[in-house]
């Protein structure tokens, strides 16, 4: 598969999830639907893996690296957005979320020995300065209390640990780990470590078994997870941590889009300037030259 084509499709696919994590609220706590969602994308990917005949053993130290992937990725990642946008708007949580770009660029520095490229800071500061545009109407009354505090610093967690799972994924390609068991397994773990989670806050377990629950727990299990995850983290092998992570830049374009379209969202002068910004900062950062470069 191009690379092109590895990048166009989390793009839509992450643009279109907040549609159907509507249909995830409610009834399920979020932490659940979250276990629900990566546990049942661990068991497509391991019933795939069991139809291809592929490889499923590997060393303790691997399955170390495969669980902190899951951890950081499938797990904190996701629980600290759901808990965030408690305290603060959807739109503060996206704009402290593209930060992952500008994080995947120090901390690919930091842990993978990557060389700071000024052509791709500067990509990911015009790309982030967009998507601050596209939610200014929500972001220009904000008075921060204690509690939206605690909502900004569980977004920026969120972003750091999604950051994080990016370089862990990116060092075990570099070790020769596949890209879909390694999927599999972190799913798998990442799924186990949110229902202790669950268990140690107390929360109650339950499950809706309306068709809007259940279908919209596949789409993000089937889509978002597996197809989603295999198609970034793949390109993330391929030309590094740092351009791959402008797909969470240019998600939140395609949810404005379908918002527009869906739900009648209005768009003003701040949208379209923020969508422009995001465009000039792709076409800086993921060119058709760049896209196609080694890290």
Do not use: C
């Not at 391929?238 to 374009?253: E, L, S």
């Amino acid at each position: 598969m191009g690379n092109t084509l590895l990048y166009l499709i989390p793009v839509f696919i992450w643009g279109s999830t907040w549609l159907a994590i509507k249909f995830q609220l409610g009834v399920v706590p979020p932490e659940l639907s979250v276990a629900y969602r990566f546990l049942l994308g661990a068991l497509i990917l391991f019933a795939y893996i069991k139809w291809r005949g592929l490889n499923l053993r590997f060393s303790r130290r691997e399955h170390m690296f495969m669980a902190l992937q899951g951890l950081m990725l499938f797990s904190l990642n996701y629980v600290m957005v759901y808990f965030s946008e408690m305290y603060v708007t959807s739109g503060l949580v996206a704009v402290l979320f593209s930060a992952v770009i500008i994080l995947n660029v120090v901390f690919g520095a930091i842990f993978l020995g990557n060389a700071v490229q000024g052509r791709v800071v500067a990509g990911a500061l015009v790309g982030v300065v967009g998507v601050a545009l596209i939610f200014w109407p929500e972001l220009q009354d904000l008075q921060v209390d204690s509690l939206r505090a605690l909502g900004i610093a569980l977004g920026l967690f969120a972003a750091v640990s999604a950051s994080l799972g990016n370089i862990v994924s990116a060092r075990n390609q570099r070790a020769q780990l596949p890209v879909i068991q390694t999927n599999a397994y972190g799913m798998l773990y990442g799924s186990l470590a949110t229902l202790a989670f669950a268990m140690l806050r107390g929360t109650q377990f339950s499950f809706d078994p309306s068709l809007s629950y259940v279908a919209s727990l596949l789409y993000l299990a089937l889509f978002g997870s597996v197809i989603a995850f295999g198609s970034y983290l793949t390109l993330l092998g391929r030309i590094g941590a740092d351009r791959a992570a402008y797909v969470n830049v240019f998600v939140p374009v395609i949810a404005l889009a379908l918002s527009a379209l869906f739900e009648g969202l209005e768009l003003g002068w701040f949208e379209f300037m923020g969508v422009a910004l995001v465009l000039l900062g792709n076409a800086v950062v993921v060119s058709t030259k760049r896209l196609s470069a080694k890290a």
